[in-house]
């Protein structure tokens, strides 16, 4: 019995030392949340106003905006800018955004990817090496992003994209990652990046883009469309960048609260074992007065 009760004792100390861990890992990604959700929440206003900017200039069918940018082509070539974290511990938030941009693969465009004419820029390393392995066709140019995440390095991303398109390396770009919206709750996004999507419009009414250009239209669309492009790409980054804090944070909160159930399981079986221990040792002495008595 002393045997039993050792190995629970061993089994405590280890839960207790993962406990510690769990904690540990769960204040440090708390107050990496904080500096990330400033950093969207500041940014988020300023981003969703410009894309809403040139989605509406873009869809007036009296300014021919955008350029080539703005102009869909047959999707014979597509390619998926993927952002995961460089990390684990965080739940499923890797799992789930790999799932889906497999499932926008399969699902949208499964003849491209028979053609091999689907390929994958990966932020971050989880999705780069789970893709890899499963034979997808990826590229490891800014899985590293995360090690310095500064808006320059961003713009590297979104001009290669930009050039690509241009191009006519790809004819599609999606982005796919996770929109922070608290700690607890990161909704999985599959954003269109190029060609600039248009607005729906409606049977009644058109869309009207209701700005002065000043001094000459297509020079300021062309200066300002770049940098649109290049916000909406920073924003997505930083989305990724609290969702992947926030869903560390909680796994790791979750996994202490489990290690607390743990340890009051084991420490009822110790208690237990040990009791049972007594009743023996106790039985066998009375037994063995018993026995010289007689």
Partial sequence: MSGAL??????????????????????????????????????????????????????????????????????????LILITSDRGLCGGYNANLIKLAKSVIAERYAAQNAKGQVAIWNVGKKGYESLTKQGYKTDATYKDMFHHLAFENVQA?????????????????EIVYSQFVNPAVQRNQVERFLPIPKAARSATSAVKADFIFEPDKNALIAELMPKILNTQMYKAILDAHASEHGARMTAMDKASDNANELIKSLKITYNRARQAAITTELTEIVSGAAALQG
């Fill in 157 to 173: 991303c979104a001009v290669a994209a930009v050039k690509a398109y241009l191009n006519k390396e790809v004819d599609v770009i």
């Fill in 6 to 79: 050792k190995e629970v004792r061993n089994r405590i100390k280890s839960v207790q030392s993962t406990q510690q861990i769990t904690k540990a890992m769960k204040m440090v990604s708390a107050a990496k949340l904080r500096r990330a959700q400033d950093g969207i929440q500041q940014m988020r206003p300023y981003a969703r106003k410009l894309q809403e900017m040139l989605t509406n200039i873009v869809s007036n069918t009296e300014v021919e905006a955008g350029g080539d940018l703005a102009v869909a082509r047959a999707e014979e070539k597509v390619l």
